[in-house]
């Protein structure tokens, strides 16, 4: 089973950095495309930045100019570096990524979207 592991989420003041780690495990044939989304409560998830692999790279209009989303493809592993953070930007921080997997039975690739279980980033003013 493909899993997306995050990690570097945490509490910080405004105008301070962050950067997150999310890697991507299992039985992974290739990952496609990786990114990031984020979510208040009672709101509906945001568009942080993806990033296909192929040096094609998307914000959300609300991080342009702060958040840079990078990757490491021979570890499966994608960054997302954020600086100069508002307390606006405090939520839930998901990866998401597009991973093909090898299946067994059939021994042709099969592509699916997988997603992390989150890690908060809270900034204070």
């Known amino acids: 089973q493909v899993q997306l592991v995050e990690s570097g989420g945490g509490q910080v003041q405004a105008g301070g950095s962050l950067r997150l780690t999310c890697e991507a495990s299992g039985p992974v044939l290739e990952v496609i495309t990786m990114g990031w989304y984020r979510q208040v409560p009672g709101k509906p998830r945001e568009l942080v930045a993806t990033?296909?692999?192929?040096?094609?790279?998307n914000y959300g209009d609300a991080v342009k100019g702060r958040f840079s989303i990078s990757r490491d493809n021979s570890k499966n592993t994608a960054y997302l570096q954020m600086d100069n953070l508002r307390p606006g930007d405090t939520a839930a921080y998901y990866c998401t990524a597009d991973v093909a997997v090898l299946v067994p039975r059939t021994g042709k690739p099969s592509r699916s979207n997988y997603w992390g279980r989150g890690t908060q980033v809270t900034v204070s003013s």
């Open positions: 990033n296909n692999g192929a040096g094609v790279k």
